[in-house]
């Protein structure tokens, strides 16, 4: 079978078929996909533009039963479309099964919102008039995904925009085309009427420029690297385009002396390395301070030396592959310069053989790194992790925050003084006292600071920002 676009309600087939691999075994082609041309991306957004009259108008009942039904099917299908998660984008089958029930569960959420849409109603500052505050839908918007969550994230800008009467032209990462297709199939056959959502997969340079490009799309949700998505805010300031950006991170994770030791190091491998460490939410500066440093970095290396590498769909695998041979390149790049810096390679750093021929690395630990080399200020976006060793709280702290980035930031302690202390002014959108940087709820906002994040949050009530737009009605009675 070839997966085609869906194109004003009908799949499309294009010349252009492309393979997509199993990073976990690279013999195994998970399926043929095809690539939309410019033509076929302007007509999926002319097809969401003629679409949005009449869906902006359609009842809350209707959308509320297709999101619910597409919640209940991605639940029925958990475990057979995260299984086609973990053979496309390489994590293990337990993350993938998660991340589909995740998807599901936004689905639900939103499928609940709908029926919750409101406004406001109060009195004018003059006599007899009345106001009322409401949401209205955008109009037709963008979704530019990334590949490491090819169904949670999808789902969280897909959920909110349908819920909120807009449409949608939907444009996967190139490396994950399956899971984008099962979820739009979902969607299609819930009884999205034709046009309200269009998928588009290909390459960033062609599809994904087509949107740019397009007057149309009054909104882009992108979430992917820094460097695209300031091509997707300059390119839409042209076009007055209302923008939502998520891009890197370079979380730090704040271990004290007062620490439990078994805590911190769960939070740090979970942070660092579980995903293959492919998350913008992934803690990779650990900054831990003097009195249980050596304590620390023992017990994480104990830890990570029983940690398996291994093929995604392998009963036992604690870390799957990288995601294809490109990012494998960048990993070890990076385990190069961290090297060549002067950090010490304290674990992993090599890639391993498997019965399988995949992208696999080690978990890869530096120690004695600085905040200021390369290792430390760029995200790597793979298992790699580097141990800043500090002073004390305050040290930490002002380490934490030494970085262009501020999406996630975690601390480790049992005092109540300190986490207090970093939950206030820690620089970033999120905060983790005693957990992971990464895992996150879907019914509160997500989204950073400074080069992580631009626009307003995602997820829960505040996605509503981003997918309507305010309109203030006087009446005088
Ligand atoms: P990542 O390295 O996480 O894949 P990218 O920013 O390269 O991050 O990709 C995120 C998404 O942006 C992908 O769907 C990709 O195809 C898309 N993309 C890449 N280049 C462009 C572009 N010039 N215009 C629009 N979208 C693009």
Known sequence: ??????????????????????????REVVGLYTRATTRQTEAAIAAAAAAFPAWSRSGVLQRHSILKKTADELLAR??????????????????????????AQVFDFFAGEALRLVGQ????????????????????????????FPMAIPAWKIAPAL????????????????????????????????????????????????????????????????????RVALASLEHHRKIQLEMGGKNPMVVLDDADLDIAVEACVSSAFFSTGQRCTAASRLIVT??????????????????????????????GPVVDAQQLASNLNYIDIGKQQGARLAFGGDCLNRGTPGFYLQPTLFTEA??????????????????????????????????????????????LK??????????????????????????VPFGGRKASS????????????????????????
Not at 187 to 207: C, E, F, T, W
């Open 418 to 443: 300190h986490a207090s202390d970093f939950k206030r002014n820690a620089q970033a959108g999120m905060v983790m006292v005693n957990l992971s940087t990464a895992g996150v709820d879907f019914h």
């Open 290 to 319: 003097d009195g249980i440093h050596d304590r620390f970095v023992g017990a994480l290396i104990a830890r990570l030396d029983v940690l398996n590498v291994d093929h995604a769909l392998k009963p036992g695998s604690h870390i």
């Open 163 to 230: 819920c909120h009467g807009n449409t949608v032209v939907f444009k996967p990462a190139e490396l994950v085309p399956g899971s984008a297709w099962a979820l739009v199939d979902i969607l299609h056959r819930a009884g999205l009427p034709n046009g309200v959502l269009n998928l588009v997969m290909g390459q960033g340079s062609v599809v994904g420029q087509a949107m740019l490009n397009s007057d149309a799309l009054v909104g882009i949700t992108f979430t992917g690297s820094t460097g695209t998505g300031n």
């Open 78 to 103: 958990k475990d057979e479309l995260g299984a086609l998660l973990a053979r496309e984008e390489g994590k293990t089958l337990p993350e993938a099964i998660a991340e589909t029930v995740r998807a």
């Open 370 to 415: 600085s905040n200021a080399m390369r290792i430390c200020r760029e995200e790597i976006f793979g298992p790699v992790a580097a141990v800043i060793r500090v002073r004390d709280y305050d040290e930490a702290l002002a380490v934490a925050n030494d970085t262009p980035f501020g999406l996630s930031s975690g601390i480790v302690t049992t005092s």
């Open 121 to 148: 109603v109060l009195p004018s500052v003059r006599p007899n008039i009345g106001i009322e505050i409401t949401r209205e839908p955008l109009g037709p918007i963008g979704v530019i995904t990334p590949w490491n």
């Open 1 to 26: 079978m070839i997966h085609t676009n869906l194109i004003d309600g009908e799949w499309l087939g294009s010349q252009d078929i492309v393979e997509n691999i199993n990073p976990s075994d690279t």
């Open 454 to 477: 631009y626009g307003p949050r995602e997820q829960g009530q505040y996605a509503a920002e981003f997918y309507t737009t305010v309109k203030t009605a006087y009446t005088s009675a």
